[in-house]
């Protein structure tokens, strides 16, 4: 009541005293009327609509008419304010004149944007540390499927790749460099709306409700987030409701996505071709060819390629009521996705709820609360990994199934290889199974958080901050009972095919309390600003899954497991059903001061403790501290004109790294392992006499070894950079350099099995990664019709491993990509003072000609050695070089052989608008980093890898092959049993450059005109067209040069083991406010 | 509790609250912050809390075993080495390397072998203290922690055993706990230490005869005797050797069984001459989708070396001079080798099918005239082949001989049939006729000639049913049958080389025949092999020039010498390249 009464009060007098003052200035200025016109500075045309107020005057307010003019009464000694949304105050005494023109400068809104950094907001020109922003409007541009999709190229110094383009996306984010060879071990902490994600996929935010994304790069921005920020920090803000009035918008698109590019493979009649002529110059006679290919052209064609790819179509809706007033805010959107891919069977649905509410009642306390749900149903039943065997399946079915050779026949019979033939009985007709098997993969994602902040005084409030993240996943597979082969061939074709039911359920909890308080205070020329607070967060993982053979196809319940009825064992395997706990306590500080907006300094602490440790090195601190100087403001460059802004700051500071290993890695752990009959269990049976089975005992045994000092990874990291703007703030640029070392990065590595263990976390080495990231950004507005601007994002980072801190000089790949073939089970090292990842095998030297393979033999056997190469090595194949110089080839002959790290890579924008028309290009590249072709290495082996069969291969190769008549330097014989050979190691001939210019994205947009939309009650309309992926220039032979991280583990980058491929998309779409 | 309304709050009254309540919040998570911290595994357990019951304990040791349930370096490494190095068998398919002695330090199964024997080695460094910690505290009685400690210094004996035999000098860990980086040692060395470890399992394990009923395929004394024997012969102590083999514990405790063909049989597992073998049993699919690969009970892989034509795999095969060499009346014959024209003579397969007519595939292959399940007499086929078109194999690549020893497990049907196959036969890795044959051997080392040809003799006679051939003596008369190319030959008379033609053909296809003659000396094994099969330099294979499969064309057999070096294995490329320490052998 007593508050009410002061506010009341308050109010009263202000009322009271205004009107005194208007009498007395209305008294004093009634004499003079002065008018004029405001124009734009930069194009000179007449601004209407910009305020004009006298101050010291009669106080009287109006604005300017259409053509820019205003008239306003206003005595000599009066001042005229002119403010317009955009456009930089300007404040003019009136003196003699009664004409006052004005020219108004548009704001810089870069620099005054409010950046979202750790626990605050900054504006971008008071900003000490690395950060870069990606806008609504930037996102909007691209139809996107996840929100990491819209950043690449946007942000320098931030590396995003689409791994592969299968529907929901799989997508790399790499913030300056890789600081960690561990799977996941490079992911930026997401922060969405003040709240750290640490379970759950950040492709359940649906990018339409994006505000902005700040991205924190350097140490002095990230170390408030401590142990988690070695690899950046994302801060996604989602839409809120503004204070005036109310806004409805709808956005929708449908995006044809054309069949992707296809390998050119030989058709069913040049294969069987290739295999008689194989059989037929096989003098062993050991290799035979199925009695249909004895007459090529009769055979029935198996075009699996085109089988499997489809047209896709993408379809995306999204509705958002957002608004409010003084007290109460809302912003509430429904967004629905639903992606149809380019692969038989794989699609991407989502659904999502997005609520956000501010709430604040009174001036002091104010609420915010955030709601976010997610539903994705997805699969991918047949991606990344073994798309490739489309084109290296046997382009026939001949001979197989009875009843159809046919892939289809569109009644429910599907074609299949001779299962009595050796060299193909071990193929499936991927297509039968994308089509009988039943998949299901539902993710559930629920995100809300709740604030309440209260200003105590001035400048000092405090807030407490509480959420919690649910996610829950849950699928399952089955496959029907296939008898078909039996049924046709009997029991020589092997056995019915049992079906198979397997089912996983996982789910987490976690929950976050922050308590903060912080102080904000202008003394004079002195800022100073404070925030310091205590945070604790507790993730609780619930996993279930298990498989068995099912009594038939059609049971899918895990307690229905089919029981061998003579020994009574059932079929049912649980893996992974149990509970893991997770704990982070934090307590952080910031502290800033600046003085007179020239100097800054900025000084952050955060102390983590983490359960991931053991106690005695559960705590890490994470100090950073930096400066900023605004060279702008000083004297010596205030006046001049061209230069708008010049800034330069740097930074050094500590941040961690913990994310990528599991639980109670520092631990002794004892096992019973798995239950007898699966490959992982511990146990032996005993008591076994004459013929009978014996009887099982368990086993234990330690799973991991103890390491009590294993500790986070940190990195240090320094980075100097300078900020310009020129061209009244037209021309903006940012030249950043840093230097982030890796210290005790975290991997489970393969140890020696000496140890008696396979793996073992450690902290391994140290890893370093410098750059250079420019920015630079041109926006124009040439008139009131035509504005157009450009922006560019460069960034240059070298990567190197510096030291390992025991054993050996080299990583070799870790993860779970696994390539196929002999030779394959290594093909990346990253050795001491090279970059991650390199490339590793044989260096090739061409193709052995009969002299050359004679003179290599007889050198070598007088080194004592039987061959140079291999036993069967004849002319035609491969021909190695002998790195070691020892006179053979032994698999220490393998080496580097290149690096998939780019030299640099970046996004060059283009945007323009004509009236109601709007245009935006998008170009991303990358540029030195090598590919390896792993694929093309399939389709240059008629050999199937792995094991004993036939596959096909490419065109070129069939028509380049070495042959004694016609023979090649590039291209081996073809040889149904490379194994013994070894034409397909890894080796130099696969390693291609990956440099690529794409152009990304293509719109153009038209917004219907205001009075044609005004009849229809609606405030803007844009419809666009747009298109994606529309060409690629690259020298990269295979289907898309842009390939990621493989297995989310950096040791395998750029590797194309048949990934899900990118094609064109063309998308019409609209935007409705209403 | 009075509702506040906040518009109604005075400034001080609105400051002091807060700050008391924000006072409040921050007690919680400054307070239990130790707690809040201490999270533990609930999917695994720790050393304390994993041994709190005996078998608890036994379940520590048990793990050691399992590490030898492994396809891998069952077959692909031991006996692979132990048989395909004598060129009596070869392999077909992906490991044909084996057949040119072009084996190289990345093949597959040799990282297996390595790492599963140091896992084992590790298991039971760890498992000593932990033992001994379960004794003081009362978890176990004594005399199973002497039991246990002597299982696991059996185990970590037999492993560094083969490893020193396959790969000459290896790592010695010792020490429950190790970085893994610690170098090679030499080769005698290691069997140093199989004797030490022998030493110390000799005096806690029990003896075969005090063993359950309930525990049969532990470690035993005997066992122990015997490997420690077989260490001191490649440490060439052979007075050492004589007398472990002499010792009661495994001439009492262990016979020559009366048959040889029993000896391998499916329901003489664990019988009375098996020193020690590696146990399964089936424990679920015996298809591909069981635990057949690493670490599974359920699996063996024996039906992997049937022909082609019954089981669809025909992986590997015999050296057709092998089937030649047996010496005229040798049962052991067609109990280890059999080629076209040879009927199985296991009564196991014999009783549950009939012989090879009576797999489902050649009964339904018989039906459609299928020429090759048709014998020579027109009628269905019961040899493994027949003399007019021996069975080798879909592609034509195998020799037309197979594995007799390895085709007992009646219930197994190959990739046909019912395609059962995987099973649960034990591997016998130590048998007491090898141990009279190593005991012959030191006799003949340490000079007692008569008392070699007395050892020779007692496994002779077994083999031939009664009694074996003697010259006019009185001693063994040791001759093969014909040369690989179907010459006549001489008798055998030099005592050593009589000594290691019975290694071979009493234990061809088993676990120990190139170990075996690799210790008798540099040099010994390249000798022997030459002599038996006219080995040269060539790398590819040729025709057979004898016998029934000597058409002229190519069926899978190789003359390739064995070169200097190749004697022993590569150290797998994977652990050179996880301890740089390691130096690859010379010749790889």
Redesign the interface.
């Known amino acids: 009541?007593?508050?009410?009464l002061q506010i009341k009060n308050f109010v009263v007098v202000i009322g009271v005293s205004l009107s005194l003052m208007l009498l007395s200035f209305s008294g004093y200025a009634q004499n003079g009327t002065v008018t004029g016109t405001v124009t734009d500075a930069a194009s000179g045309l007449p601004l209407p609509g910009v305020t004009v107020k006298v101050l010291n005057g009669p106080g009287t307010t109006i604005s300017t008419d259409a053509n820019g003019n205003y008239s306003i009464k206003a005595g000599p000694t009066s001042k005229l304010v002119f403010a317009f949304v955009g456009y930089t105050t300007q404040e003019v005494q009136v003196g003699n004149r009664n004409k006052v023109d004005v020219k108004l400068t548009e704001e810089n809104k870069t620099l005054n944007e409010l950046v979202v950094i750790g626990y605050g907001t900054a504006k971008r020109k008071d900003l000490t540390g690395s950060i870069s922003s990606v806008s609504a409007a930037t996102i909007a541009k691209v139809p996107v499927t996840t929100l990491d999709q819209a950043l690449q190229g946007r942000a320098a110094g931030v590396q995003i790749t689409n791994n592969d383009a299968s529907p929901g996306g799989n997508v790399s984010v790499m913030i300056r460099g890789v600081g960690s060879l561990a799977t996941n071990g490079n992911n930026p902490l997401y922060v969405v709306d003040g709240y750290p994600i640490e379970s759950g996929g950040i492709n359940s935010i649906n990018p339409n409700d994006i505000a902005s994304i700040d991205i924190l790069k350097d140490a002095s921005a990230t170390a408030i987030y401590g142990i988690r920020a070695a690899n950046g920090v994302v801060i996604i803000t989602t839409k809120k409701g503004k204070k005036d009035g109310v806004q409805l918008s709808a956005d929708g698109y449908t995006a044809f996505q054309t069949r992707p590019k296809e390998y050119k493979v030989l058709n069913g009649q040049q294969f069987a071709t290739l295999a008689l002529q194989q059989a037929t110059a096989d003098s062993?006679?050991?290799?035979?060819v199925l009695s249909n290919w004895n007459n090529p052209s009769s055979v029935t064609e198996a075009d699996w390629q085109n089988a499997v790819y489809r047209p896709g179509l993408t379809q995306s809706y999204n509705v958002g009521l957002r608004g409010g007033n003084d007290k109460l805010q809302a912003a509430t959107s429904i967004g629905y996705y639903n992606q149809k891919g380019i692969v038989l069977g794989s699609y991407f649905k989502r659904v999502t709820l997005n609520l956000n509410l501010d709430y604040q009642?009174?001036s002091?306390?104010k609420s915010s609360t955030s709601a976010k749900y997610a539903y994705q149903d997805s699969n991918n039943p047949f991606g990344t990994g073994s798309l490739g065997q489309l084109a290296q399946l046997p382009p026939t079915l001949d001979g197989g199934n009875k009843v159809t050779s046919q892939i289809s026949d569109g009644n429910g019979n599907y074609g299949f290889f001779n299962p009595l033939y050796?060299y193909i009985a071990k193929y499936n007709n991927p297509v039968y199974n994308i089509e009988n098997n039943r998949y299901s993969n539902i993710n559930q994602f629920f995100l809300t958080n709740s604030s309440l902040e209260?200003t105590?005084?001035s400048g000092l409030k405090?807030k407490?901050n509480a959420g919690v993240t649910v996610t829950g996943a849950n699928g399952y597979y089955s496959s029907p009972e296939d008898d078909r082969l039996v049924n046709q061939y009997?029991?020589?074709a092997?056995?019915t095919q049992?079906p198979f039911f397997s089912q996983y359920l996982n789910t987490s909890f976690d929950w976050l309390?922050e308590?903060t308080?912080s102080y904000d205070k202008t003394f004079g020329k002195h800022t100073i600003n404070f925030v310091g607070g205590?945070?604790?967060q507790?993730l609780t993982s619930n996993g279930f899954s298990g498989s068995m053979?099912p009594a038939n196809g059609t049971v899918q319940d895990l307690s229905h497991p089919y029981i061998d009825p003579t020994?009574g064992?059932s079929?049912l395997i649980l893996n992974s059903t149990?509970?893991?706990?997770?704990?982070l306590?934090s307590q952080f500080a910031r502290l800033g001061y600046n003085y007179d907006s020239r100097y800054y300094i900025t000084g952050t602490i955060r102390r983590d403790?983490?359960?991931k440790f053991n106690?005695s090195h559960?705590y890490g601190v994470f100090p950073s501290g930096s400066a900023m100087w605004k060279a702008k403001d000083e004297f010596f460059l205030k006046d001049v004109d061209w230069l708008t802004d010049l800034k330069f700051r740097g930074s050094y500071g500590e941040v961690g790294n913990q994310g990528a290993i599991p639980?109670?890695q520092y631990?002794?752990?004892?096992?019973?392992?798995?239950?007898?009959?699966?490959?992982?269990?511990?146990?032996?049976?005993?008591?076994?006499?004459?013929?009978s089975?014996?009887?099982?005992?368990?086993?234990?045994?330690?799973?991991q070894?103890?390491y009590p000092g294993l500790k986070w990874e940190t990195d240090y990291q320094t980075d100097v950079a300078m900020d310009a703007a020129f061209l009244h703030g037209d021309l903006t640029l940012t030249v950043e350099w840093f230097n982030r070392k890796s210290k005790d990065f975290l991997l489970n590595i393969?140890?020696?099995?000496?140890?008696?263990?396979?793996t073992e976390t450690q902290n391994l080495g140290s890893m370093s990664n410098k750059g250079w990231e420019f920015t630079v950004n041109y926006n124009h507005s040439v008139n009131r019709d035509f504005r157009f601007g450009a922006g560019l994002t460069l960034s240059f980072i070298q990567n190197k491993l510096i030291s390992l801190t025991?054993?050996?000089?080299?990583i070799?790949n870790t993860g779970g990509v696994g390539l196929a073939g002999?030779?394959w089970?290594?093909f990346t090292e990253t050795n001491i003072g090279q970059p991650v990842g390199e490339f590793y095998g044989y260096k090739s030297l061409g193709i052995f000609t009969d002299a050359q393979l004679n003179a290599a033999n007889t050198a070598a056997q007088a080194k004592g050695f039987?061959?140079y190469q291999?036993?069967?090595t004849a002319p035609g194949d491969r021909y190695y070089a002998d790195t070691n110089g020892d006179g053979h080839i032994?698999?220490?002959d393998q080496t580097s052989l290149g690096s998939p790290q780019p030299k640099f890579f970046g996004g060059l924008n283009l945007d323009a608008s004509y009236k109601s028309w709007d245009f935006n290009v998008f170009f991303y590249g990358v540029y030195g980093n090598k590919i390896l072709n792993y694929e093309e290495s399939n389709l240059e082996t008629f050999q199937n890898r792995g094991?004993?069969g036939i596959e096909n291969i490419s065109q070129e190769y069939y028509a380049k092959a070495w042959t004694s008549s016609n023979p090649s330097n590039e291209f081996a014989r073809i040889y149904y049993n490379d194994?013994?050979i070894g034409n397909a190691y890894p080796s130099s001939h696969w390693i291609e450059n990956g440099s690529f210019l794409k152009l990304k994205t293509l719109t153009v947009g038209y917004t219907l005109p205001a009075d044609l939309i005004k009849k229809l009650a609606v405030s803007k309309i844009r419809i666009y067209v747009s298109t994606q992926n529309l060409f690629t220039i690259t020298s990269y032979k295979g289907m898309d040069p842009e390939i990621g991280v493989q297995g989310s583990n950096a040791t395998q980058t750029g590797v194309d083991n048949g990934t899900y491929p990118s094609s064109k998309y063309y998308t019409i779409g609209f935007n409705v406010t209403f | 509790m009075r509702m506040i309304n906040i518009k109604d709050m005075k400034m001080n009254k609105k400051n002091i609250t807060l700050i008391a309540l924000f006072s409040a919040l921050l007690i919680p998570i400054g307070g239990c912050q130790k707690n809040f911290l201490s999270q533990n595994s609930t999917k695994s357990a720790t050393a304390d809390a994993s041994f709190q019951k005996s078998q608890d304990v036994v379940a520590l040791v048990n793990s050691i075993y399992d590490g030898y349930q492994s396809s891998d370096l069952l077959k692909k490494s031991i006996w692979y080495y132990a048989n395909f190095l004598t060129h009596d068998w070869y392999n077909d398919g992906a490991d044909i390397a084996w057949n040119s002695y072009t084996i190289n330090s990345n093949f597959g199964a040799l990282s297996v072998f390595w790492n599963n024997a140091y896992v084992a080695i590790a298991r039971a460094n760890q498992a000593f203290g932990i033992i001994a910690t379960a004794k003081t505290n009362g978890v176990v009685t004594p005399a199973l922690a002497d039991r246990l400690t002597g299982e696991a210094y059996f185990l970590r004996g037999m492993s560094y055993y083969y490893l020193a035999g396959t790969f000459g000098g290896v790592p010695l860990e010792l020490n429950a706990v190790t970085d893994g980086l610690t170098p090679r040692s030499s080769q005698d060395q290691v069997f140093q230490q199989v004797v030490s470890d022998m030493e110390q399992a000799e005096k806690l394990l029990v003896s075969k005869t005090a063993l359950p009923s309930t525990e049969i395929g532990r470690a035993t004394k005997g066992a122990a005797y015997g490997y420690e024997g077989a260490a001191q012969m490649w440490l060439g102590k052979y007075t050492e050797a004589l007398a472990a083999f002499n010792n009661t514990e495994l001439t009492n405790n262990y016979h020559l069984l009366p048959n040889f063909v029993d000896v391998n049989e499916f329901d003489h597992q664990n019988s009375d001459e098996s020193l020690f073998e590696i146990q399964f049993s089936i424990q679920g699919s015996q298809s591909w989708d069981g635990g057949w690969q690493s670490g599974g009970e359920i699996a063996w892989i024996d039906d992997f070396s049937w022909p082609w034509e019954i089981s669809g795999f025909g992986y590997d095969y015999a050296n057709p001079g092998l089937s030649y060499s047996y010496q005229a009346g040798d049962t052991r014959k067609l109990a280890t080798i059999v080629g076209p024209g040879d009927q199985l003579v296991s009564p196991g397969i014999i009783a549950k099918w009939g012989g090879i007519k009576g797999y489902a595939v050649v009964q339904s292959g018989f039906a459609a005239g299928n020429q090759k399940y048709i014998g020579d007499d027109g009628n269905i086929i019961n040899t493994c082949g027949a003399l007019s078109h021996p069975w080798f194999g879909d592609d034509l690549t195998r020799s037309g001989y197979y594995c007799a020893k390895k085709w007992r497990d009646p219930n197994l049907t190959g990739a046909n049939g019912t395609s059962t196959i995987f099973g649960s036969q034990n591997q016998i890795l130590l048998r007491y006729a090898e141990i009279l044959l190593d005991r012959a051997e030191c006799k003949v080392r340490t000079g007692d000639i008569p008392g070699a040809m007395a050892d020779l003799k007692t496994v002779r006679d077994r083999a031939w049913g009664g009694s074996s051939p003697v010259d006019g003596t009185g001693k063994p008369l040791v001759q093969d049958g014909l040369t690989y190319d179907g010459k006549p030959t001489q008798p055998i008379t030099d005592p050593l080389q009589m000594v290691l033609s019975e290694y071979r053909h009493e234990l061809t296809a088993e676990y120990s025949l190139m170990y075996n003659l690799r210790r008798a000396g540099p040099g010994v094994a390249a000798a022997f092999i030459h002599t038996n099969y006219n080995t040269n330099s060539s790398l590819l294979p040729q025709p057979y020039p004898y016998g029934p499969t000597a058409d002229g064309k190519l069926h899978g057999v190789w003359f390739t010498s064995l070169p200097a070096g190749h004697d022993i294995l590569p150290i797998p490329q994977n652990a050179i390249g996880l301890n740089p320490n390691l130096k690859q052998n010379p010749g790889y």
């Open positions: 009541m007593i508050r009410k062993a006679k050991q290799f035979t009642p009174v002091w306390l050796t209260a105590i005084i405090i407490t009997g029991n020589q092997g056995s049992n309390w308590n308080i205590v945070s604790e507790k053979r020994t064992i079929t149990g509970q893991e706990i997770g704990t306590a403790g983490s359960s106690a559960q639980y109670f631990n002794a752990l004892y096992s019973t392992g798995l239950p007898p009959g699966n490959s992982g269990n511990l146990g032996y049976p005993f008591g076994k006499t004459g013929g089975n014996g009887i099982y005992q368990g086993g234990v045994a330690a799973i070894p103890a393969a140890v020696p099995a000496q140890t008696g263990f396979a025991k054993g050996t000089n080299f070799t002999n030779g089970s290594t039987p061959f291999q036993a069967a032994t698999a220490d094991f004993v194994n013994s």
